[in-house]
């Protein structure tokens, strides 16, 4: 089975990238949880994360890939 896609450029310039990039923003999550959150409870245990430091964290994650939410 084949599938495709097709974008009217540029007026769907946005959903085409969604659509490229999909795969490196479930990453990002990947990494968010698995890695950092999975990380802080089992090894660095703290009480409180904020959401300051998550957003710092989803941010580091996403630059690393070059995905920004713009």
């Given at each position: 089975?084949?599938?495709?896609?097709?974008?009217?450029?540029?007026?769907?310039?946005?959903?085409l990238m969604f659509a490229l990039r999909g795969h490196d923003w479930y990453r990002v999550l990947w990494d968010l949880d698995?890695?950092?959150?999975?990380?802080?409870?089992?090894?660095?245990?703290?009480?409180?994360?904020?959401?300051?430091?998550i957003r710092d964290?989803?941010?580091e994650l996403s630059d690393d890939r070059d995905l920004n939410f713009d």
């Open positions: 089975m084949k599938v495709k896609l097709e974008f009217d450029l540029p007026d769907e310039f946005d959903d698995m890695d950092w959150l999975r990380d802080l409870s089992k090894y660095q245990y703290k009480e409180t994360v904020t959401i300051d430091e964290k989803i941010r």
